[in-house]
């Protein structure tokens, strides 16, 4: 309850101080002191330190699955307003309003990490996915941007309605006329109208974390969005509705796990063979890692396939290390002139850190060991086989992670092994500071695909 308060009411101190604060750096100084205390009150309460008690009417439940998971949201927030908060600054003149959205998206997150009911799942979904529409096209200049932010409403409020159909079909074929996520007392079976809404919910929550097929917004929106919110975008947000995905299906529809397994099964193969031979083709580095976020969720829907404890873990694994390592790519993106791959010909030695940097980045995303990424694939595919169903799909993910380092390698290749053009331009805003939050980010992959049990410790305290 600590997290769903502070960032609400940080949330709105952002938007009331946008009167007050002067100059552009103010409300980036108060957004990372908010995130910080946010974080520390999120471990509190890992604590049992908890500073608001209401009646919650059994509708949030706060395990330590879901505040380790907020502690790695804020933590990597805390990294991206560190690295990206003057590029925020620098998408338009409502700096505090920017920040003040993040905020509430945050509020949202943690909603989708404790929901204990149908209606605050709804309401954890809606409180990240509005702010995004308007972050989305706060770059009122940019036509790209626009068209981005009207398709993704338009896309976004249809699945809401296709969300919100699925709960009340749940709702009506539930003998407790209860939303609660643990009332459904299926006993293997499961009737009509709840095996419909339980549809209805899996393709509107596809929709949400980019899986194939409901993903044909991502390239688009990813792309025409501001760069620096795009970050945001495709790693903390993506990485709760998944959150929220496990929540709700162990909970609920956990005991009939063997009948709608093989819907998650298609989905997921779906999703990386998709994800990842369509960002093969791709020039710009962006929109490759826009088609490269759905091949990473394919591997995060092995946690909905397993649903067991290796599952779980490597959730956390992954959301952990998949935003680390894009926003920290994302950060050395927006420092280029040129987004395509030729931008980055040569980085490697005209930058030796960003550089360096970006190959640990990108070799976590590729999953080789020694990093964060390859023990966040390893937990997922151990899972899928502790299952005991669907080999096939663990092949295939192997498969696609095979293809994935393709498209990876092909940057490293050009920052390494090619010459900088004479138009290359020299990154810019290159600062000491930015070169060491970099080195602390690529530390923290390394470390956490050493030495893992320093983030599920808590999992488990």
């Keep these: 309850m600590n997290a769903i308060i502070t960032t609400a009411v940080w949330g709105v101190v952002m938007m009331f101080g946008g009167v007050f604060f002067k100059g552009k750096d103010t409300p980036r100084y108060a957004a990372i002191a908010g995130i910080i205390l946010v974080l520390i009150a999120n471990c509190l309460e890992m604590n049992d330190q908890v500073f608001f008690s209401p009646d919650l009417h059994r509708m949030f439940e706060f395990k330590p699955f879901g505040l380790l998971f907020n502690a790695v949201a804020f933590a990597c927030t805390l990294l991206y307003f560190l690295l990206n908060g003057r590029d925020v600054a620098r998408v338009g003149s409502n700096v505090s309003e920017y920040f003040a959205l993040i905020f509430f998206v945050l509020c949202g997150v943690s909603i989708a990490s404790s929901f204990n009911t149908l209606l605050t799942l709804f309401l954890g979904i809606e409180i990240m996915s509005i702010p995004l529409y308007i972050l989305t096209g706060s770059d009122k200049r940019n036509l790209k941007s626009n068209e981005a932010a009207l398709k993704y409403f338009l896309m976004g409020s249809f699945s809401t309605g296709i969300l919100l159909l699925g709960i009340a079909f749940i709702y009506g074929g539930n003998e407790l006329a209860s939303f609660n996520i643990n009332d459904l007392n299926l006993a293997g079976r499961m009737p009509a109208m709840i095996g419909v809404g339980m549809l209805l919910v899996l393709i509107a929550l596809a929709f949400k974390v980019s899986a194939a097929p409901f993903h044909f917004w991502t ?32 909970k609920s529809f956990g005991v009939l796990h063997e009948q709608w397994q093989i819907f998650i099964a298609i989905i997921t193969a779906a999703t990386l063979v998709i994800g990842n031979l369509t960002a093969v083709f791709q020039q710009s580095v962006k929109r490759m890692l826009a088609y490269s976020s759905i091949a990473q969720a394919g591997f995060m829907l092995f946690a909905i396939f397993a649903l067991n404890d290796d599952a779980r873990e490597g959730l956390i694994l992954y959301s952990a290390a998949y935003s680390l390592a894009t926003i920290g790519l994302f950060a050395i993106l927006i420092r280029l002139e040129d987004y395509t791959i030729e931008g980055f010909n040569g980085l490697g030695k005209r930058s030796p850190v960003l550089g360096v940097t970006a190959v640990i980045f990108l070799l976590s995303l590729t999953g080789v060991p020694g990093t964060a990424g390859f023990m966040g694939k390893f937990y997922m595919l151990m899972a899928a086989l502790k299952n005991g169903h669907h080999t096939w799909l663990v092949i295939t993910a192997v498969l696609m992670a095979a293809v994935s380092a393709y498209y990876y390698f092909r940057v490293i290749q050009a920052m390494f092994f090619r010459e900088a053009g004479t138009l290359s331009a020299e990154p810019r805003d290159i600062t000491p500071g930015f070169k060491l939050l970099l080195i602390v980010a690529a530390a923290l992959v390394i470390m956490i695909g050493l030495y893992p049990e320093m983030l599920l410790y808590w999992l488990h305290s």
């Design 219 to 250: 390239p688009d929106v990813y792309d025409g969005a501001p760069t620096v919110f795009t970050s945001f975008m495709a790693t903390i947000v993506k990485a709760a509705g998944f959150i929220a995905f496990l929540r709700l299906f162990s």
